[in-house]
């Protein structure tokens, strides 16, 4: 299992834009699903978007278009880019890492606060 330490949490006004990175102790590997999720108060925890090994990415409905999953595996290193904010997008967000090789190993972070007001 990877230690992941999110970053880049904070408060935006509506509108701005964010980006959240998360640096892993270790190699994803060959073959990974890495991502992030997200929980608001009083909310489950949800998908926001994932990138894998394959370069397949899968988004949240109520992101698509505004948010981006990227990683630079080179560094360890996930990133979630974040655009045209609203206040619904306001959360907990947590980093994922699910190694596939060779056997699943899924990892979180501790979670960064993200916060949409004026």
């Known amino acids: 299992q990877v230690q992941l330490v999110e970053s880049g949490g904070g408060l935006v006004q509506p509108g701005g834009s964010l980006r959240l990175s998360c640096v892993a102790s270790?190699?994803?590997?060959?073959?990974?699903?890495v991502g992030w999720y997200r929980q608001a108060p009083e909310k489950r925890r949800e998908l926001v978007g994932s990138l894998s090994s394959s370069n397949t990415t899968r988004y949240s409905p109520s992101v698509k278009g505004r948010f981006t999953v990227t990683a630079d595996k080179t560094k360890n290193e996930i990133y979630l880019h974040m655009t045209s904010l609203k206040p619904e997008d306001t959360a907990v967000y947590y980093c994922?890492?699910?190694?596939?090789?060779?056997?699943?190993?899924?990892?979180w972070g501790q979670g960064t606060q993200v916060t949409i007001s004026s």
């Open positions: 270790g190699s994803f590997g060959s073959l990974y699903v």
């Open positions: 994922n890492v699910v190694r596939l090789d060779p056997s699943r190993v899924e990892s």
